[in-house]
């Protein structure tokens, strides 16, 4: 109560500069697609382009991929959540870390795979022709959808096996001994509290598949994302393909929206105090569960692994390891670790507005560095595009403007720990350090630094990790001839030369999984602290 | 030693302090007491220099601190003892102490000092989560004693230990202080914590401040009903002054220099007792046992409702007919 009504402290100028100019370089992009869009032919002409010919087709079958991932998606992560946290699955724990692997496999990746396995002499070929089926029937809507969800499906999965530890006994019972019967009782006492973590795991998942090129490209399912980057490609369309890219972004704020009406009054906030966890067991089909877990595993991870080995064995003697594998490999380690630190060093300032000083100013601010989070990678990577080639055209495909996409792109996904890090270094410890006479420098290099620091860390692995498993706008704005493991891993998929891809796909997936693994390892050990 | 003078302060449109002052010597320990949300904390906190007064003057050991300047915490010889105390959660007990020793002052004896007195020597290298809630109390205490502060500032320090804990805790902190001779301002709202350390009793009630001076003088004589009941229980009837003689339910008593009219007046539950040969006789309607003392519920034969509280336990039985009198001062309101 008292603390309610301490007095607002305003925020220094020079911090506010710092992060309204770092606000500002995030929201370019989107700016300037809408002034290259209306550019063209006026405004008429640009919304009869929108809702002309083919876009509507294209938005709808995009908006429907989303839909199908998100509501397969979510469903998997709850049946799967309900095992892993069920008292008596065997291998509980492996099964629980095996759950998360395939988020180490990029779409694109396992995209890539399923076009091999299925294609004559790959894995399954034999089912190919055996069905009678034609060589590339592993295409199209169904295809993406089965791809998307196979290899997406952990970013519902997390939010939604943290929610459901988090809910509160009490409900249910309460529900029980006023006698409901059990499955009333869930739908009254569990799921409300589950609710927000439905939605939000939904929503990360949906927008992920409304904004992702690789695997649908590959795959010859024509989304928005394919066919902007086909106008942009080879036609050379560029107003087009500016003007398609609003329209996706129209779309995504649709998405958003309708996650926000779904997502309704939160019933979570009680503090995390005094919460009994619900615990149940699956009892005569815990077998047939450890059975569900590893038919999962045996497609998103044995699979992949194997196709992969199986090929480079193939092909080793005609693979060039330098162009093929060093190359790339060390271009995607320097990106990462380049677009790590420096996205982790804008998102410093944005945190320390958004915790220190609240305000509606460094509200707004904190809004628009999160405008990459629902922005696709082809979205942002045009964007930068028009701007370099209309501002600094010398920028234009050099390793600069691609590290600003990759900062649009991943701020907001580094702001989030690095708050929490904030959050958790007390005020009236920093109030304490005053009154003992220490200067500005001596609290933040003494006392806050030591408390955020596993913070700043986490921000650093998480945008590595994305980093280097980003295609679009690594592809768009990259120097011509240079390479990373994503775009190796594309080029040689989309010409067929799988024995080629397997090598900086196996770096990719060896990558990812060894960040993955040491993030949640270290979740486990600051949940444990 | 410390002097503030017009002091006022406000959130918003929500006055929070409104012209506080006083002036405190030398190792005077006093203690500003008053209701939750009554300001005290922010009026602590002017003090520290973390928040800055709308109006009025601070000044501690003759320099001027709040006013025309701010001298901001960093350079005011203010220390603090938070009410969660704070502690540095990176940083042993001895590097707790040492942060505020720059260079000068010869840190390591100092700590060293601290150490002993606060009884934490065999403490000196844990971290503050691996102290009881007494320990770290005492760290937070050694940390703003150790740049031997000009004024030292404790806001409801006792506030997050257990009862028990609490009462031991307390008295032994008071005692370290007091023989340091150090000027303490501290803030609470318990009033027992209150009365028993205070050299200087400052009540605050709505941001402004009430009543000050002895604990005795301030809980026997309030200056008026909300001061009296926010330090003690008591029973407030109404009375008529008619020559300077107070008449009412309970008895006369002589009116001060109070003027005539229309009064009310105030009498301490402890200062309402059974007697056997009293004029005065009240029904038990009801009673608490608490160990240490008792209190009981009475009903005049005029409808007025009364409370008394004796230190032995054995109470009226419910229902009986008793004889009480009033043994103690008794405070005339308007």
Sequence with gaps: MQTNRRSRVQAPAPLLIVCSLIGLLVLSPLVYLFIRAFEGGGFAETVSAIFGTDT??????????????????????????????????????????????????????????????????????????????????????????????????????????????????????????????????????????????????????????????????????????????????????????AVSSLALVGLIALVLLLGRWMRGTSYQDRGGRGVSPLKWNIGHWRWGAFLVCLCLVVLAIVIPLLSLFSWWGRGSGSIDASSGLVDPLVNSLFLALMAGVIVVVLSIPIALLATRYPSRLSGMIDRMSHIGFGLPGLVIGLSLVFVALRLVPAMYQSWFILILGYCVLFLALAIGPVRAGFEQASRTVDEAARTLGAGWWRRFRCL????????????????????????????????????????????????????????PALALIFLSGVLVAILTWREELLEKS | MIELSGIAKSFGRHPAVSDVGFALDKGVFAVLFGPSGCGKSTLLRMIAGLERPDHGTIAISGRLVSGDVHVPPESRQVGLVFQDLALFPNMTVAANIAFGLRGASGGSSRVEEMLKLLRLEPLRDRLPHELSGGEQQRVAVARSLAPDPDVLLLDEPFANLDAELRARVREELIEILKRTATTVIMVTHDREEALSAADELMVMIDGTLVQSGDSREVYEQPVNKEVGLLLGDGNLVEGLVRDEIVHCCLGEFPAMSHPDGACELFVRSEHIECSTDASLSARVVGGDYYGHDASASLLLADGTALSLRQAHGDLPIIGSQIGIRVSGPVCIFD
């Design chain 1, 56 to 241: 509507l087709v294209y938005g709808l079958r995009s908006l429907g991929l989303a839909a199908v991932v998100a509501v397969a998606s979510v469903s998997l992560s709850i049946m799967l959540a309900c095992f892993t946290l069920a008292d008596d699955l065997p291998f509980r724990r492996l099964c629980t870390i095996l759950a998360v692997c395939p988020l180490a496999v990029p779409c694109y990746v396992g995209a890539a795979v399923y076009i091999g396995v299925f294609s004559p002499g790959g894995l399954l070929g034999g089912v190919t022709a055996s069905l009678g089926l034609s060589p590339g029937w592993f295409s199209g809507f169904w295809a993406s959808a089965f791809v998307l969800t196979m290899f997406v499906y952990p970013l519902a999965y997390l939010p939604i096996r943290a929610g459901l530890r988090r809910v509160d006994r009490s409900p249910y019972e309460a529900a029980r001994m006023l006698g409901r019967s059990r499955l009333m009782a869930i739908r009254f006492g569990v799921l409300p509290q589950l609710r927000s973590s439905i939605v939000s795991g939904g929503l990360l998942v949906g927008l992920y598949a409304l904004g992702e090129f690789g695997a649908v490209s590959l795959l010859r399912c024509n989304t928005f994302t394919r066919v902007i980057y086909i106008q942009y490609e080879s036609a050379f369309d560029r107003t087009g393909a």
């Design chain 1, 448 to 503: 806050l630094l030591p408390v955020v620091r596993p913070g700043l860390f986490g921000a650093f692995l998480l945008v590595f990790i994305s980093t280097s498993k980003e295609l679009p706008c690594t592809l768009l704005l990259s120097p011509a001839g240079t390479h990373t493991l994503s775009t190796r891993v594309w080029q040689y998929t989309d010409e067929a030369m799988y024995a080629e891809a397997s090598l």
